[in-house]
């Protein structure tokens, strides 16, 4: 069992940028792949970015690409999500999940992922 707490979502205008932040709780976070995923009203669940388990792999949605960069810090069990250049259409609720088992390779797949958080609601203003 691991808790995972998203928090940093807000209200932003266009063009800014929000820094999201995923606490995990559990003594074996470092050996989790970990990804962002998102949900606008209306549509399904989709990928945005995933990690790792060391942080030395990442991968990104095409739409995301360039302007998201995800990282991690395993001493404080945190995956972060750095938003820039942010749109109107990257509104939505995101979420953070944890692939646990050990060592797995990161992947864009919602169904590889066994832990969820609650969720942040991001909305960017045009």
């Known amino acids: 069992q691991v808790q995972l707490v998203e928090s940093g979502g807000g209200l932003v205008q266009a063009g800014g940028s929000l820094r999201l932040s995923c606490a995990a709780s559990?003594?074996?976070?470092?050996?989790?792949?970990m990804g962002w995923f998102r949900q606008a009203p209306g549509k399904e669940r989709e990928f945005v970015a995933t990690?790792?388990?060391?942080?030395?792999?990442?991968y990104y949605a095409d739409s995301v690409k360039g302007r998201f960069t995800i990282s991690r810090d395993n001493a404080k069990n945190t995956v972060y999500l750095q938003m820039n250049s942010l749109k109107p259409e990257d509104t939505a609720v995101y979420y953070c999940?944890?692939?646990?088992?050990?060592?797995?390779?990161?992947?864009?797949?919602?169904?590889?992922?066994?832990?969820w958080g609650q969720g942040t609601q991001v909305t960017v203003s045009s």
């Open positions: 999940a944890a692939e646990t088992a050990p060592f797995r390779a990161p992947v864009r797949s919602l169904y590889e992922y066994d832990n």
């Open positions: 559990g003594r074996t976070f470092k050996t989790y792949a």
């Open positions: 990690i790792n388990f060391s942080g030395s792999t990442t």
